[in-house]
């Protein structure tokens, strides 16, 4: 028996006790006896959902049962940035820690880490599940303590009383691209969540359901194919399935629900290989694969010593440059050392990062300063973004080095008013850049290089380009609809109809811990922020 008809049997096998029909509401039938905590939540992560092909269908009419469990019955948030960078396990990270990945340190899919000479890479079956040792905070799964939580498919899952893997069959049908019974299969999972929770005698305090489809499909197929389109069409109805089977068990009107995502996507058909324009362009010898983990510390040292760059692509669009200038990697370099990085095909007079900035598929390059500074150029121009700790928490500052403003802000008046050398606080960055071509990059670029595993230069790509791999589609740059994302709440005493302007999704775990009435419970020290209060005040939307 081939491979193929192998992993069929088992995918028929492991489906047969849910019946012939997947795509129909999963039954939730709760016994008399059940506990349903106060306001439970329920978050429908979409990963790759994009604004710009979401927002059409949305005004379409095409995605019906959003539009009438989400978007009518609670706020918008209007405004939505993602973490940098755009990438789904930096994010996923950021989502259940309230942390930017610069201080988590899941910096994306794939990440180099200096100190320990490990070069991670979680885009295999055995260890795309090793995220949750890879990174020490407290997550909102342990943060809720002795509540009931469950996952569906996330690999972030510590602390979850239950996850839901899906091996047998989500597994099987995704590798063999059987994207809809991969979406059929998350809205199913809520039968065995209410099963659970029947043997228990407690309806978990927090689910945390996740489609992978959109980003399957907008590496694969890119995001303007039809297909991509019709992933989003399925996960409506899946969200439909799921919140009428809430609505017929009773539980719907005394659940939070919230949709989010972790980034957009962009088309990419053209492509640039920067680890081979390293090693084959400029001759610096370069790692970019996978190595370390379980290879004793010796033989590391000596694999990473052959290289003095590596390498690391995410998302396609976003590619992290670790230099080697002394004789160990541990030792970081300084601004000095990587500008003067010697390079034999750099020429004469030329900076590594300035020659960087030329490329056609470049969009930005990213240089940190010292631990308070990064740099950013574009081909036509530098600037440098400071940051410092004023009376309310720290504050940024973004000047233009030379040439044209290389973030684009000096064209919008409300960025451009604060570039007058004063520094401001983040949420004033993030609502005067939400109209720019690059929203919330003051701050989110300095927080993200605080670590080492982001690398001393990133590299962002232009509109349409990719960093490396042959996909149609990709993410990890800076593009505005790669940083702005859907994001919806609606639920018991959030306001129907309405909207509020500017928020990050590294708020979800801190306001979701507020929501559930566990405000307490939310760690110190948090890069996010509870919004909770701002959504049950927001304001009824615009009429279109």
């Not at 121009?381 to 400071?386: K, P, S």
């Not at 049950?536 to 939307?541: E, K």
């Amino acid at each position: 028996m081939g491979l193929r008809r192998i992993a069929c049997w088992l995918l028929l096998v492991s489906l047969a006790p849910a019946g012939c029909a997947l795509d129909v509401p999963p039954r939730i039938c709760l016994s008399p006896g059940v506990v349903v905590p106060d306001r439970p939540v329920v978050v429908f992560w979409v990963d790759g959902l994009d604004v710009e092909r979401f927002n059409p269908l949305l005004a379409a009419g095409k995605l019906p049962n959003i539009r009438r469990y989400l978007i009518d019955r609670g706020v918008t948030v209007c405004g939505a940035a993602a973490s940098l960078p755009t990438i789904t396990y930096a994010n996923n990270v950021s989502f259940n820690t309230g942390l930017f990945p610069g201080h988590h340190g899941i910096v994306g899919n794939r990440w180099f880490d200096r100190n320990r000479l490990i070069f991670q890479d979680y885009g295999f079956i055995k260890t795309y599940r090793q995220v949750d040792g890879d990174f020490a905070a407290r997550t909102v799964y342990e943060a809720l303590g002795e509540d009931v939580t469950a996952t569906i498919l996330t690999p972030v899952r510590r602390g979850a009383t239950r996850h839901v893997d899906n091996w047998m069959s989500a597994g099987v049908a995704w590798y063999f691209d059987m994207q809809e019974t991969v979406n059929h299969l998350t809205t199913r999972r809520f039968e065995l969540i209410a099963e659970v929770a029947n043997r228990a005698g407690r309806w978990p305090r927090l689910i945390l359901a996740y489609f992978v489809t959109p980003d399957t499909v907008g590496h694969a197929e890119g995001v303007s194919s039809p297909r991509y389109t019709q992933m989003l069409l399925d996960i409506d109805r899946q969200i439909g399935h799921i919140c009428r089977s809430l609505e017929t068990a009773g539980l719907l009107e005394r659940t939070c629900l919230t949709l989010v995502s972790d980034h957009g996507f962009v088309d990419t058909p053209n492509a640039f290989d920067v680890a081979g324009y390293f090693a084959q362009t400029l001759k610096v010898p370069t790692i970019s694969r996978e190595f370390g983990r379980d290879v004793a510390f010796e033989k590391r040292v000596a694999h990473f010593n052959k290289a003095r760059a590596v390498v690391v692509n995410g998302g396609n669009r976003r590619t992290s440059i670790h230099l080697r200038c002394g004789d160990h990697w541990w030792q970081r370099p300084t601004y000095e050392q990587i500008e003067s990085f010697p390079a034999p095909g750099v020429g004469e007079g030329v900076s590594l990062p300035s020659l960087l900035a030329r490329c056609a598929a470049v969009e930005l390059v990213a240089v940190r300063r010292g631990p308070d500074a990064v740099v950013v150029r574009a081909a036509a121009g530098a600037g440098q973004i400071d940051r410092t700790v004023g009376d309310g928490g720290k504050v940024y500052r973004y000047r233009v080095l030379s040439g044209a403003d290389p973030l684009g802000y000096m064209g919008h008046p409300q960025a451009a008013a604060l570039m007058d050398g004063q520094f401001h606080d983040g949420d004033e960055w993030l609502m005067a850049t939400l109209g720019t071509g690059k929203p919330d990059c003051v701050g989110q670029l300095v927080e993200m290089m605080d670590s080492p595993r982001s690398g001393d230069i990133a590299l962002f790509a232009a509109d349409g380009w990719g960093l490396g791999g042959k996909d149609k589609g990709g993410h990890g740059g800076l593009l505005c609809h790669e940083i702005v994302v859907p994001w919806v709440w609606a639920g018991p005493g959030l306001p129907a109809g309405t909207q509020i302007t500017g928020a990050r999704t590294v708020d979800l775990m801190p306001t979701i811990l507020h929501l559930t009435g566990r405000p307490g419970a939310i760690p110190p020290g948090l890069d996010g922020r509870s919004i909770a209060d701002r959504l049950r005040s927001a304001t009824a939307r615009p009429r279109p």
